[in-house]
C-alpha cells in the first residue's frame, strides 16, 4: 500500500478516535452538570484532550451537543427498522420496535436524559433539531400503519397524525421514567403501552 496514503488513514483513524472519546467525555459532563452549565473546559479536562483540542473537531458546545442528539436518534432509529424487518408478522412489526426502542433508552439512560430532558427549551437549534429527530420517528410509524392499512389489517385511519401520537406517547413514558425512575425497569411499561397503542388502532390484544 502507498505509505503516503496509510499515513493519511492512520491520521484520519487517530482524529476520528479523537472526536469520539470528547463526545463520550462530554456526555459524561452533560450528565453530571447539564447543557447550560457545562464548558468546554470540562470536556477537555474529561477527555483528557486540550481546549483547542476540542475546538478543533467541535466549534461550539452546540455542535457537540447536537452530535450527541443525532447518535441516539439514529440509534434508535436504526434498531427499530432493524426489529420491524426481523419481525415476519405484520402486526407485531409495531410490538417489536416499541419493546426494542425501550430496551434502547433504558440501556442508554445518560443519552436518553440528553435526548428527552436536557434538550427541551435549550435553543431554537435544538428545538429544530428535535422537531426534526420526531419527525423522523412518527414518519416511520407512519410508515408502518400506513402499511397495515394497505394490506387490509387495520381500518383506514389519518397515519400521520397516528404516528405523532404514538410518538408522544411512548416519549412520556421515557421521559417519566428519566425523571422520576418509574417504573424501575423501563421495559415493565411494555405491555401497558403495547396494548394502549394496539388498541388506538383497533388491533386485539395479547389479553382479549
Do not use: C
Request: hydrophobic residues 45%; aromatic residues 8%; proline residues 4%.
Amino acid at each position: 500500500m502507498d505509505e503516503p496514503l496509510t499515513r493519511s488513514r492512520a491520521r484520519l483513524e487517530k482524529s476520528q478516535l479523537r472526536a469520539e472519546r470528547i463526545l463520550e467525555a462530554a456526555l459524561e459532563v452533560f450528565a453530571q452538570k447539564g447543557y447550560r452549565d457545562a464548558a468546554i473546559d470540562d470536556i477537555a479536562i474529561a477527555s483528557q484532550t486540550s481546549k483547542g483540542g476540542v475546538y478543533f473537531h467541535f466549534p461550539n458546545k452546540q455542535a457537540i451537543f447536537l452530535r450527541l442528539l443525532d447518535q441516539m436518534a439514529h440509534l434508535l432509529l436504526s434498531r427499530a427498522e432493524q426489529a420491524m424487518a426481523a419481525e415476519p408478522d405484520p402486526l407485531r412489526k409495531g410490538d417489536a420496535a416499541l419493546l426494542t426502542m425501550l430496551r434502547t433508552f433504558a440501556g442508554h439512560r445518560r443519552l436518553t436524559r440528553l435526548f428527552l430532558v436536557e434538550a427541551l427549551g435549550a435553543g431554537r437549534e435544538f428545538n429544530l433539531k428535535m422537531q426534526e429527530i420526531h419527525a423522523a420517528f412518527a414518519g416511520l410509524i407512519s410508515r408502518y400503519l400506513d402499511e397495515l392499512v394497505a394490506a387490509g389489517l387495520i381500518a383506514p385511519l389519518d397515519t400521520q397524525i397516528a404516528g405523532m401520537a404514538w410518538f408522544g406517547g411512548i416519549n412520556e413514558v421515557v421521559r417519566r421514567w428519566v425523571l422520576t425512575g418509574q417504573p424501575e425497569h423501563l421495559e415493565d411499561a411494555y405491555p401497558a403501552l403495547r396494548d394502549l397503542l394496539r388498541r388506538s388502532i383497533g388491533q386485539p390484544t395479547d389479553h382479549a
